[in-house]
């Protein structure tokens, strides 16, 4: 392979950071972005690498950032919480917390934890939704010398009974009473969890007031033994047997995430004006990317705001209210946020200016692009006028939708699209897209400022290499990856990336300036809009058991949800029709037949006893013939071939998602 130089791109004239400064070769104090260091195999770039913005952490661990920051500002306010949901309540709903406070709370909580007998590397798992408490319970865990264990408040019995068993919880904190009544039967086969706290009885509060009778010592010792190395959390993420898997991520995995991301994201992290810098969370605390941005706000002291509910009307509410300078987001809600507004303009009749405002945008949007990739010149004259046109009456619009301040959102989880991320950027609004793994603790590749391409997932996170094997499988490496999966029958934790180089399952390529293009999953797991990962193989071989089913394909990757395409099983019907009084009669005329339909509900009903929400199959479509190999639906090995499959029923598959 042959090296191509690196080169820097100037960025803006505010003042850089020491570590920023140092890291890229900074000029006459403006901050630089490093582009990308690529290597060539056969003129094609299979690697790409950005060096590190930020020093490695050697000393220490993510239990000291609360009192660090109570040691250098203790006034500043980190964190507001909401305190009520009050329509209309606007910001006397938010109770800011400062530094001070907040370590205070962390203090006792973990005193607490340490008085109920937990030790360390005891592995504490919470249940909840997006909520303050779940922030306070990361840091009060990691500062006792605990593991944390999130577990979706969305799991099923089944899956948070394995979480549990395989992390050897000790202790489980649900968010509700329905949650833990729920967990309550199979406590029988969980012989190591012995404390059972509910947030909404109170039960956080209660481990505040369990340990002031312990020194702040006590924490301090526990806190003294944890470094870079130590074991931080295990994050369960489901596998293509559709078990999850626990991932070992390590406190150094996330200083190596949070550090290089703040460095890079320096818009989002650091002021650059005297307006706050503030981010509004609301995507799930179980997910490495709502953990990893909490974390990377407590560490750059960026007011930090929880919203629990994904309800429109809830979540627009908040966002009034909170008003954050950037949202951390998925596709899913950058399009329920356009599509409301365009509801919205269709109530009041005005559809064809709002449209025209759309095209507008994206067509502003496509022009900055290629004017940063050199195959354009930049918007023209006219189209700046026609978006100075349009701001005040679509655009401006949709940012208070978003609470007024929003400027920047980090998008990730599945692919934003082209043409919505156009729309936002011509709307004012730059989206850094990303792309990561729970292996990976977040982002391995993120959008750098002021830098954006279109149709790709951006650069490497410095401190990052990227490379594409010789079968398109995207592989990744840095210190961000991480150590082992968890295996409790070898031990502990297993390495998952012995070499280096962690395999993602995904395909990709990277283009001549190192963005980073998602071309595939190699092994056909979806990963709907939401961002939740759904193993198809599991649903399909349950559902190809029932006697009138034949095949069976799991659909929904950047789709809102989970749907399916079903083939009928021919001997299976004949015998289904005479059982039931019924003359036999050509498949395709059973389509859309009401009695076969609520039988195969009621098999799907079933698959989706096993699964939570966001992976249960919602609607299915009836196919009027079978997949065969003569049609090219399947191998020689009855394999389904996904991308014939989905070309050839293209039409039916939209009616799934239409209405």
């Given at each position: 392979m042959s090296a191509v130089p690196s080169s820097a791109v100037p960025l803006s004239s505010a003042a850089p950071s020491a570590a920023s400064s140092a890291a890229t070769g900074a000029a006459h104090g403006a901050p630089v972005l490093v582009e990308p260091e690529t290597r060539r195999l056969d003129g094609v770039v299979r690697e790409a690498a950005v060096p590190p913005f930020a020093k490695p952490v050697r000393h220490g661990s993510l239990a000291d950032l609360p009192f660090d920051n109570a040691h250098a500002v203790p006034d500043a306010v980190v964190l507001s919480r909401r305190t009520g949901r009050t329509k209309g309540a606007g910001e006397g709903s938010w109770t800011d917390v400062t530094a001070a406070e907040f370590a205070g709370q962390v203090m006792a909580v973990a005193k607490g934890l340490i008085a109920e007998g937990l030790v360390p590397g005891d592995r504490i798992a919470v249940m909840a939704r997006t909520i303050y408490e779940w922030t306070v319970l990361d840091f009060a865990a990691w500062a006792a010398g605990?593991?944390?264990?999130?577990?979706?408040?969305?799991?099923?019995?089944?899956?948070?009974?394995?979480?549990?068993?395989?992390?050897?919880?000790?202790?489980?904190?649900?968010?509700?009473?329905?949650?833990?009544?729920?967990?309550?039967?199979?406590?029988?086969?969980?012989?190591?969890?012995?404390?059972?706290?509910?947030?909404?009885?109170?039960?956080?509060?209660?481990?505040?007031?369990?340990?002031?009778?312990?020194?702040?010592?006590?924490?301090?010792?526990?806190?003294?033994?944890?470094?870079?190395?130590?074991?931080?959390?295990?994050?369960?993420?489901?596998?293509?047997?559709?078990?999850?898997?626990?991932?070992?991520?390590?406190?150094g995995n996330?200083?190596?995430?949070?550090?290089?991301?703040?460095?890079?994201?320096?818009?989002?992290?650091?002021?650059?004006?005297?307006?706050?810098v503030s981010v509004l969370l609301f995507l799930p605390m179980s997910h490495v990317f709502g953990r990893m941005v909490a974390v990377a706000c407590v560490r750059a002291r960026v007011r930090l705001g929880h919203a629990q509910s994904l309800q429109t009307e809830e979540l627009l509410e908040d966002l009034a209210s909170f008003r954050p300078t950037c949202l951390l987001a998925i596709p899913y809600m950058l399009e329920k946020i356009f599509n409301t507004a365009r509801a919205r303009a269709e109530a009041g009749r005005r559809v064809p200016a709002f449209d025209r405002a759309v095209?507008?945008?994206?067509?502003?949007?496509?022009?900055?692009?290629?004017?940063?990739?050199?195959?354009?010149?930049g918007p023209s004259g006219s189209l700046k006028i026609a978006r100075a046109f349009y701001d005040p009456l679509v655009y401006r619009r949709i940012r208070n939708a978003m609470g007024g301040r929003v400027r920047y959102a980090i998008c990730g989880g599945s692919p934003l699209g082209r043409r919505l991320a156009a729309f936002y950027a011509g709307a004012g609004i730059e989206i850094f897209e990303g792309y990561g793994l729970t292996e990976?603790?977040?982002?391995?590749?993120?959008?750098?400022?002021?830098?954006?391409?279109?149709?790709?997932?951006?650069?490497?996170?410095?401190g990052t290499r990227i490379r594409i094997a010789a079968d398109g499988e995207i592989l990744v490496a840095g210190e961000h990856v991480l150590r082992g999966y968890w295996d409790p029958q070898a031990g502990g934790v297993v390495p998952a990336a012995p070499d280096g180089w962690l395999a993602t399952g995904d395909l990709g390529r990277l283009d001549d300036e190192g963005y980073l293009i998602i071309t595939g999953r190699k092994k056909e797991m979806l990963i709907t809009a939401g961002g939740k990962s759904v193993a198809p193989a599991p649903l399909e071989n349950w559902l190809r058991s029932h006697p009138l089913i034949s095949q069976c394909l799991v659909l929904g990757d950047g789709r809102p949800y989970v749907s399916a395409l079903i083939t009928l099983d021919l001997d299976g019907i004949t015998h289904w029709c005479r059982m039931n009084g019924r003359h036999p009669v050509p498949v395709e005329l059973l389509v859309d037949d009401e009695e076969l339909r609520a039988v195969l509900q009621r098999a799907i009903d079933e698959a989706n006893r096993m699964l939570s929400r966001p992976e249960s199959i919602r609607r299915f479509a009836v196919l009027p013939h079978d997949f065969t190999e003569d049609r090219?639906?399947?191998?020689?090995?009855?394999?389904?071939?996904?991308?014939?499959?989905?070309?050839?029923?293209?039409?039916?598959?939209?009616?799934?998602?239409?209405?």
């Amino acid at each position: 392979m042959s090296a191509v130089p690196s080169s820097a791109v100037p960025l803006s004239s505010a003042a850089p950071s020491a570590a920023s400064s140092a890291a890229t070769g900074a000029a006459h104090g403006a901050p630089v972005l490093v582009e990308p260091e690529t290597r060539r195999l056969d003129g094609v770039v299979r690697e790409a690498a950005v060096p590190p913005f930020a020093k490695p952490v050697r000393h220490g661990s993510l239990a000291d950032l609360p009192f660090d920051n109570a040691h250098a500002v203790p006034d500043a306010v980190v964190l507001s919480r909401r305190t009520g949901r009050t329509k209309g309540a606007g910001e006397g709903s938010w109770t800011d917390v400062t530094a001070a406070e907040f370590a205070g709370q962390v203090m006792a909580v973990a005193k607490g934890l340490i008085a109920e007998g937990l030790v360390p590397g005891d592995r504490i798992a919470v249940m909840a939704r997006t909520i303050y408490e779940w922030t306070v319970l990361d840091f009060a865990a990691w500062a006792a010398g605990l593991v944390t264990v999130p577990v979706y408040p969305t799991s099923s019995v089944f899956q948070t009974r394995w979480i549990l068993h395989d992390s050897g919880a000790v202790a489980l904190i649900t968010e509700t009473a329905a949650q833990a009544a729920a967990i309550g039967p199979e406590l029988e086969h969980l012989p190591d969890l012995r404390h059972l706290w509910v947030v909404e009885k109170g039960h956080v509060e209660r481990l505040a007031e369990a340990g002031p009778h312990l020194s702040d010592q006590e924490v301090e010792v526990r806190r003294g033994v944890l470094g870079p190395d130590s074991l931080a959390t295990l994050i369960y993420t489901s596998g293509t047997t559709g078990r999850p898997k626990g991932c070992a991520l390590t406190h150094g995995n996330f200083f190596a995430e949070v550090d290089n991301a703040i460095e890079l994201l320096y818009p989002v992290f650091k002021a650059r004006t005297s307006e706050e810098v503030s981010v509004l969370l609301f995507l799930p605390m179980s997910h490495v990317f709502g953990r990893m941005v909490a974390v990377a706000c407590v560490r750059a002291r960026v007011r930090l705001g929880h919203a629990q509910s994904l309800q429109t009307e809830e979540l627009l509410e908040d966002l009034a209210s909170f008003r954050p300078t950037c949202l951390l987001a998925i596709p899913y809600m950058l399009e329920k946020i356009f599509n409301t507004a365009r509801a919205r303009a269709e109530a009041g009749r005005r559809v064809p200016a709002f449209d025209r405002a759309v095209s507008v945008a994206r067509r502003y949007g496509e022009a900055v692009d290629a004017h940063h990739t050199g195959a354009g010149q930049g918007p023209s004259g006219s189209l700046k006028i026609a978006r100075a046109f349009y701001d005040p009456l679509v655009y401006r619009r949709i940012r208070n939708a978003m609470g007024g301040r929003v400027r920047y959102a980090i998008c990730g989880g599945s692919p934003l699209g082209r043409r919505l991320a156009a729309f936002y950027a011509g709307a004012g609004i730059e989206i850094f897209e990303g792309y990561g793994l729970t292996e990976t603790t977040g982002a391995s590749t993120i959008m750098p400022p002021l830098q954006p391409r279109l149709g790709t997932v951006g650069w490497p996170l410095p401190g990052t290499r990227i490379r594409i094997a010789a079968d398109g499988e995207i592989l990744v490496a840095g210190e961000h990856v991480l150590r082992g999966y968890w295996d409790p029958q070898a031990g502990g934790v297993v390495p998952a990336a012995p070499d280096g180089w962690l395999a993602t399952g995904d395909l990709g390529r990277l283009d001549d300036e190192g963005y980073l293009i998602i071309t595939g999953r190699k092994k056909e797991m979806l990963i709907t809009a939401g961002g939740k990962s759904v193993a198809p193989a599991p649903l399909e071989n349950w559902l190809r058991s029932h006697p009138l089913i034949s095949q069976c394909l799991v659909l929904g990757d950047g789709r809102p949800y989970v749907s399916a395409l079903i083939t009928l099983d021919l001997d299976g019907i004949t015998h289904w029709c005479r059982m039931n009084g019924r003359h036999p009669v050509p498949v395709e005329l059973l389509v859309d037949d009401e009695e076969l339909r609520a039988v195969l509900q009621r098999a799907i009903d079933e698959a989706n006893r096993m699964l939570s929400r966001p992976e249960s199959i919602r609607r299915f479509a009836v196919l009027p013939h079978d997949f065969t190999e003569d049609r090219g639906h399947l191998t020689p090995s009855m394999k389904l071939r996904r991308d014939a499959i989905l070309r050839d029923f293209a039409e039916e598959v939209e009616g799934l998602y239409r209405g």
